[in-house]
């Protein structure tokens, strides 16, 4: 099962039964946030998943995100 947090700015992941939790993206830890103002806080909103990649929309911004699935690093916007 996969969420978004938007008054945390994340997005996260676990088990059906809510075991194996874990924080897949963290605005305070992207690559994005460097790149933009800090006064804009996300809000994440719909998330869509493959097998390569998460794409997750952020409200404040006006944008989608992909991001490579699996603990990889690499975010890029569309």
């Known amino acids: 099962m996969y969420w978004t947090d938007a008054q945390r700015g994340v997005i996260e992941t676990s088990s059906l039964d809510g075991s ?5 993206i963290d605005e ?6 460097s790149n933009r103002s800090s006064v804009v806080r996300p809000h994440y909103y719909g ?4 097998q390569r990649y ?3 929309t952020d409200w404040s911004r ?3 995100v992909r991001y490579r699935n699996h603990g990889a690093s690499t975010c890029q916007q569309s």
């Open 62 to 64: 006006g944008y989608v």
């Open 47 to 50: 998330i869509a998943l493959d």
């Open 20 to 24: 194996g939790r874990v924080v897949l």
């Open 28 to 33: 305070r830890r992207s690559t994005l946030s």
């Open 54 to 56: 998460i794409y997750y």
